[in-house]
């Protein structure tokens, strides 16, 4: 079975570019949460995914959207990047299938962006 | 709102002696608890958990008692070793249906030789 994956395993960007970070889920998983975890911070909830479509998002603005696709896999996009958006940030998937809501991380993303 | 308290840190300890940490929790409703740990330079691997009242949680010689009525959910062990160091985040998935997780900002724990 394999676990979550995430990639690229660090990026650096300039503020102002945008990033597209990439997430494949679980097998059998079919809902994917963003996390985003500054320095010495918790994860903060950015948003999540089921079957597709958006089901539920923390306190981020629009310039933070995501995709799911098919497969599960999803993709996390930040426009117009600010300096405080440097980062971990992880993603989770989970089966909404079952009693069973464990969410199971993947090992993150490190985004700096200067 | 929806928060977690945990015990500031960092903690340093000396092999086999004892940890807690605290976690209190604000919910909405009737929240299932966890614990997760993070190892340097990894993602978070969930420790434990406990979903309802009076459960107990245990892995790894760590435990954790879900208590309604102080809503909170300590973690222990009672012999931690060098290879426990990490930072552990109390967490609890929030209301509505997209279980979310809330995490408190984490405890860095240092256990020395």
């Known amino acids: 079975e394999t676990g979550v994956t995430q990639s690229p395993t660090h990026l650096i960007k300039t503020r102002g570019q945008q990033v597209t970070l990439r997430c494949s889920s679980q097998?059998?998983?079919?809902?994917v949460s963003w996390y985003q975890q500054a320095l010495g911070q918790g994860p903060q909830f950015i948003f999540q995914y089921y079957r597709e479509e958006e089901n539920g998002r923390g306190n981020f603005p629009p310039r933070f959207s995501g995709l799911q696709f098919p497969n599960y896999s999803s993709e996390l996009n930040v426009n117009a990047l600010e300096l405080d958006d440097s980062a971990l940030y992880l993603c989770a998937s989970s089966s909404q299938a079952g009693v069973d809501y464990e969410q199971y991380f993947g090992p993150g993303t490190r985004l700096t962006v200067t | 709102g929806d928060s977690v308290t945990q015990m500031e840190g960092p903690v340093t300890l000396s092999e086999e002696a004892f940890l807690t940490i605290n976690c209190t929790y604000t919910a909405t409703g009737y929240p299932s608890l966890f614990w997760y740990v993070q190892y340097p330079g990894e993602g978070l691997q969930l420790l434990l958990k406990?979903?309802?009242?009076?459960d107990k949680g245990s892995n790894k010689g760590f435990e954790a008692t879900y208590r309604k009525e102080t809503t909170s959910f300590h973690l222990e062990k009672g012999s931690v070793q060098v290879s426990d160091s990490a930072v552990y985040f109390c967490a609890f998935f929030s209301g509505g249906s997209n279980y979310k997780l809330t995490f408190g900002k984490g405890t860095l724990l240092t256990v020395n030789p």
């Open positions: 406990a979903t309802k009242a009076d």
């Open positions: 097998s059998g998983h079919n809902t």
